[in-house]
């Protein structure tokens, strides 16, 4: 799936479409340069699950954790990751082999632990389209 988003509103709307449609065990991986949207995108997931409570980009913390919503959402940042033993001291499989839906931002960076099964997401800007415009690719990847 491609779209194209020209506003962080539309940014947000598409990721809360996400969310409405999210099911239990639903991982995304999210990819794209700093400043790109992901953290918006993020949110707007949240907000498609019923999450209200503020979400931002859990980067000192690695994982942030919300359970108002219809189902658990896990949102990762693993911008800052020294090294993927980290993943495994904070239950890293738990979260992403659980009932909730789990968001991974920076997930190339632990392309080597990744699930099998999962949504990869790809935001990227282009200039000549506008400050604002984002090219989003959604693809479902089964099997490495």
């Known amino acids: 799936m491609h779209a194209e988003t020209f506003s962080a509103e539309e940014t947000f709307a598409l990721g809360a479409e996400i969310g409405k449609n999210a099911k239990p065990g639903d991982v995304y991986t999210l990819t794209g340069d700093l400043g790109v949207g992901k953290t918006v995108f993020t949110q707007g997931v949240a907000n498609g699950l019923g999450i209200t409570e ?8 690695i994982v942030q954790i ?32 659980g009932d909730g839906v789990t968001m991974i931002e920076w997930a190339d960076l632990i392309r080597d632990i990744l699930p099998e099964h999962r949504w990869e997401i790809l935001i990227e800007k282009d200039l000549e389209k506008g400050f604002d415009y984002r090219m989003i690719t959604m693809e479902e990847v089964c099997g490495s």
């Open 54 to 61: 503020p979400v931002n980009s859990p980067t000192f913390t």
């Open 66 to 97: 919300y359970e108002e919503g219809r189902l658990p959402f896990y949102h990762f940042d693993v911008y800052r990751i020294g090294d993927i033993e980290e993943m495994e001291e904070i239950g890293y499989e738990d979260y992403v082999y």
